[in-house]
């Protein structure tokens, strides 16, 4: 039998947060500053499901985020699980336009990949700090396909936490590649188009929608947390094949 694509992948969760209306940033594409502080504590929960922690170069770069965990119950709990501490942390660039002043560059406690289609950036290795692994794609296979397979089997990583942006999220849903969707809406309301949704801007549909159920709701400190499952795929000329019995 063909093996599905996905079982190539790693398991893809992902998490945002956002206004009532859907927007996950500004109409600028400044940092959102919606999380609440039961948001950043989810944050890191869901973080330390994953043995890696993907981000798209805009996200690093707009957030300055450092992608670890802070939280020392939750680094204790992954070491008795036989974990390291922090989950690998991945970075998405294809053009790897990568500023080493940027923050995830400077709490070196978990190594971290760039994933990018630049041969340039090899050259700038030494700018990095150890612990920076330039994994260089050539254009023609340089997607999140790709990304996806090198890290499960040359990374070992089963579980894979994405955190965004929009542009990245949009990609992982045009493979299909999203397992889970934790999303935090917060009690605002902006309007606007030209703030963007956790898959891009509203104008641009998906080539397909993609379905999925609802595992758990729960209301904390005024936000509402919500956790989506992707629904199990039909293969309906399977199962018209299937004898009945
Ligand atoms: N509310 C939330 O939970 C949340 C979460 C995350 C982000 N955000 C917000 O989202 C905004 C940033 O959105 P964004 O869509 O620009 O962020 P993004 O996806 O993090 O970054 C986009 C950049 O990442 C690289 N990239 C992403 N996907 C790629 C792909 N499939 N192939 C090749 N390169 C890829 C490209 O970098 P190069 O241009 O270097 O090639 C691209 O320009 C910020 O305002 C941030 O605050 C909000």
Redesign the pocket.
């Known amino acids: 039998m063909k093996q599905c694509q996905s079982s190539f992948w790693p398991r893809v969760i992902v ?4 206004s009532a209306d859907g ?4 109409r ?5 500053g ?2 609440s502080a039961e948001d950043r504590r989810r944050l890191q929960e869901i973080r330390a499901r994953g043995d890696a922690i993907m ?9 300055q985020m450092r992608m670890g965990i802070s939280l020392a119950d939750l680094r204790a709990r992954r070491q008795a699980a036989g974990k390291p501490a922090e989950p690998l942390r991945v970075l ?7 500023d080493p002043r940027m923050k995830v560059f400077s709490a070196m406690r978990a190594p971290l990949l760039i ?4 041969n340039l950036l090899l050259r700038m290795q030494s700018k990095f700090p150890e612990g920076v692994i330039i994994n260089v794609l050539t254009e023609r296979s ?3 396909r790709t ?1 996806l397979r090198v890290l499960r089997f040359q990374y070992h990583v089963r579980t894979l936490v994405c ?10 849903l045009e493979v299909d590649a999203v397992a889970e969707v934790n999303l ?1 809406i917060e009690p605002l309301i902006f309007g606007g188009c030209r703030a ?1 949704t ?1 898959s ?1 801007l509203l104008d641009k549909f998906l080539g397909r929608p993609i379905r999925f159920q609802i595992e758990s709701i729960e209301v904390k400190e005024g936000a509402c947390f919500l956790r989506y499952a992707r629904r199990a795929k039909r293969h309906p000329r399977i199962s018209r094949a299937m004898p009945t019995i």
Do not use: H, Q, Y
């Open positions: 998490n945002f947060s956002m927007k996950v940033s500004t600028n594409w400044t940092p959102s919606f999380g981000v798209g170069r805009k996200t690093a770069e707009i957030d998405v660039s294809a053009r790897g336009l990568l994933f990018t289609a630049c340089f997607s999140v990304i955190e965004g942006g929009p542009t990245l999220m949009r990609s992982l935090t963007p956790l891009g």
